[in-house]
């Protein structure tokens, strides 16, 4: 079965920049899709096909994928997106999550 | 305002069956291709199903380790999408979400209910 493998944890210091990455096989041959979930709340979408941000999601936030590995950058991270992150794509009609990571902001 | 609201979840004995359900609004329901979604406590997220929109043939794809057990429906007279969970065991227990991407994609999750509460213990 496909699998996706993510870090089990990113650490950023307020500013700077935040990179999550995403490793499937051939992952570059599907879309990634990204969540942001915190504590006692369900998954918010942040990226979806790859780079595209949905309405309401700030300009921060953005992706790529290449290869075999997809990645979530947040610019200028603030402590608001201290969260879980959790990237997604789709293999044989079965739709795949990464175990997620846990980005901390110092 | 687009929202899903999940129902149904409850404290079940291991082997009991439990039938969770999903109402949406504000999109057209009927076009949407709906998931379950569930969340283990501490753990991550992990797909379980969906069952596509009648006009794409209102099929069903199933996790490996549902596969058999659960069962995704849908009535859009009511909106509504159901989780049909059998032979329930420890390892069910989770806040169940369902999710959709909307009425115009089906590749991501764009909506997600607050989720539902799952509990299988004797």
């Known amino acids: 079965s496909y699998e996706l493998t993510q870090p089990p944890s990113v650490s950023v210091s307020p500013g700077q920049t935040a990179l999550i990455t995403c490793s499937g096989d051939?992952?570059?041959?599907?879309?990634a899709c990204w969540y942001q979930q915190k504590p006692g709340q369900p998954p918010l979408l942040v990226i979806y096909?790859?780079?595209e941000r949905p309405s309401g999601i700030p300009e921060r936030f953005s992706g790529s994928n290449s290869g075999n590995t997809a990645t979530l950058t947040i610019s200028g991270t603030q402590a608001v997106d201290e969260a879980d992150y959790y990237c997604?794509?789709?293999?044989?009609?079965?739709?795949?999550f990464g175990a997620g990571t846990k980005l901390t902001v110092l | 305002e687009v929202q899903l609201v999940e129902s149904g979840g409850a404290l079940v004995q291991p082997g009991g069956s439990l039938r969770l359900s999903c109402e949406g609004s504000?999109?057209?329901?009927?076009?949407?291709?709906m998931s379950w979604v569930r969340q283990a406590p501490g753990k991550g997220l992990e797909w379980i199903g969906r069952?596509?929109?009648?006009?794409?043939?209102?099929?069903?794809d199933y996790a490996t380790p549902v596969k058999g057990r659960f069962i995704v429906s849908r009535d859009d007279s009511k909106n509504t999408v159901h989780l049909q969970m059998n032979s329930l065991n420890a390892d069910d227990t989770a806040v169940y979400y369902c999710?959709?991407?909307?009425?115009?994609?089906?590749?991501?999750?764009?909506?997600w209910g607050q989720g539902t509460q799952v509990t299988v213990s004797s």
């Open positions: 997604q794509t789709w293999a044989s009609s079965t739709a795949v």
């Open positions: 051939n992952l570059d041959s599907k879309y």
């Open positions: 096909q790859d780079s």
């Open positions: 504000g999109f057209i329901f009927s076009n949407a291709w």
């Open positions: 999710s959709t991407a909307g009425d115009t994609s089906w590749y991501e999750f764009r909506i």
């Open positions: 069952i596509k929109s009648s006009a794409d043939g209102g099929t069903t």
